[in-house]
């Protein structure tokens, strides 16, 4: 079973860089078809889709978030990374590491003025 792990700074001003990191045991991130996905939740509202990065390295990215987010990931760490650039106020959620049908516990970000 793998398991993913979020962690962040969860506290971020506005305009500034958004740096998290999915720490995943249990499995291989580059397991053969694999894909590892970040998805957020703003506060009373629905889970939103980011991006994922799949097991040969390619990244996709949702078209309303692609120019100011970045998927990467650290293969003998077992890490994914999520960077978002410029923040505003309405990218406060809790952010989501997923894959292979699991989900890490979530990280509250919040960005302020």
């Known amino acids: 079973q793998v398991q993913l792990q979020e962690s962040g700074p969860g506290l971020v001003k506005a305009s500034q860089t958004l740096s998290l990191t999915c720490t995943v045991s249990?499995?291989?991130?580059?397991?053969?078809?694999?894909?590892w996905s970040w998805i957020r939740q703003p506060p009373g509202k629905g889970l939103e889709w980011m991006g994922v990065i799949t097991y040969d390295g390619s990244t996709y990215y949702s078209p309303s978030l692609k120019s100011r987010t970045s998927i990467s990931r650290d293969n003998a760490q077992h890490t994914i990374f999520l960077q978002m650039n410029n923040l505003k106020s309405d990218d406060t959620a809790i952010y989501y590491c997923?894959?292979?049908?699991?989900w890490g516990q979530g990280t509250q970000v919040t960005v302020s003025a």
């Open positions: 249990g499995a291989s991130i580059t397991s053969s078809y694999s894909a």
């Open positions: 997923h894959a292979l049908d699991s």
